[in-house]
């Protein structure tokens, strides 16, 4: 089902490209990415359990981490440019942590991970991002709290309504449907030019809402100049620029990969703990790009390719029981085991 979904994705680019001077390489590579990401995290993920995110979160600290003069001209942008898509990466990071610490055996491996997780939020925090950082602690807390969750349904069904919401109050910014007072409030929160950026956008898919303007064409299409947008790229909203660029059905291809990932994560043979574990993380990834173009980085989408794949995967080794304790609805059949 996935596949389908991804080559729907990728048809309905091309689609939207059709006939304009569109450039759909980058939401292709995207695309792409995410299917490299997965397939690596799901054969890595049922070879390494613990090893493989581990590795995966400890690899981006010390991207980030590492002296900037290595990888960036600029000091206070490592690695990939730009501190908020650093900030995404590293949510990533923490969920992969805090997953392999529900598969690691012995309480000190861990607390260890736990620790690698939080200051995977921290560094966030540290690179300027405050909803980075929120969304980091916020992972961290949901990985604790899943131990007692014991139907991964409600949970996966609260993560959904969190991404629900996020999109929908985007929107409501857009289009002014919020009361004064609060849409002042959230305006100066997300900074001004970034709210006209989102009001354009959404005139631009009313506007053409069958295959919106094209891919990569908002800049060409927008008439805000860049002394009154901060010569922004991009809508600076992952729904709200599918909805520009590629219509409707753009911005519903996008909603229906979240849903089907929800649901694998639903299926999977993982106990209830490393599977909300990586649900919190994707999901807070998906509240970082409905305010901001996270996703234009492949490298961000690769990492949530690769961390759902590591949280549907079946491993080959048996998971430690106290990871499985309270592990009542899989969503998988389960495999009874015959005594000797």
Do not use: K
């Amino acid at each position: 089902m996935g596949i389908v979904v991804l080559a729907c994705c990728g048809i309905w680019t091309l689609v939207a490209a059709a006939g304009r001077s569109a450039r759909p390489e980058g939401t292709l590579l995207a695309i792409l990415a995410v299917s490299a990401g997965y397939a690596a995290g799901r054969i890595l993920g049922a070879l390494l359990p613990v090893l493989a995110p581990a590795a995966a979160a400890l690899a981006v600290l010390a991207l980030v981490l590492v002296p900037p003069t290595r990888l960036s001209a600029h000091p206070d942008a490592p690695p990939l440019g730009y501190p908020n898509a650093d900030a995404a990466l590293l949510v990533l990071a923490a969920g992969a942590a805090c997953c392999a610490a529900w598969a690691a055996r012995g309480r000190g491996w861990q607390v260890a991970l736990r620790l690698v997780g939080l200051g995977a939020a921290v560094t966030a925090l540290a690179l300027g991002s405050a909803a980075g950082f929120a969304a980091g602690v916020a992972v961290t807390l949901c990985s604790l709290a899943a131990a007692r969750m014991r139907q991964r349904l409600l949970g996966l069904c609260g993560l959904a309504l969190a991404a629900l919401l996020a999109v929908g109050g985007s929107y409501a910014v857009a289009v002014d449907a919020l009361p004064s007072g609060l849409s002042e409030s959230l305006t100066g929160q997300l900074t001004q030019p970034r709210v006209e950026l989102w009001h354009e956008a959404v005139d631009l898919a009313e506007r053409n809402p069958l295959r919106g303007v094209g891919p990569e064409r908002f800049t060409d299409e927008s008439p805000l100049q860049p002394a009154d947008a901060q010569a922004a790229e991009s809508p600076q909203s992952a729904p709200l620029q599918l909805a520009a660029e590629q219509g409707v059905p753009g911005a519903a291809l996008l909603a229906v990969a979240y849903g089907w990932l929800l649901y694998a994560l639903w299926r999977s043979p993982r106990p209830t703990p490393v599977v909300l574990t990586a649900g919190a993380a994707l999901t807070g990834l998906a509240l970082l790009a409905s305010v901001d173009h996270v996703l234009s980085y492949a490298v961000v989408t690769a990492g949530a390719g690769y961390l759902a794949g590591l949280a549907t995967a079946r491993p080959l080794t048996d998971e430690p029981r106290d990871a499985a304790a309270g592990d009542t609805n899989t969503g998988a059949p389960r495999v009874r085991r015959t005594e000797r």
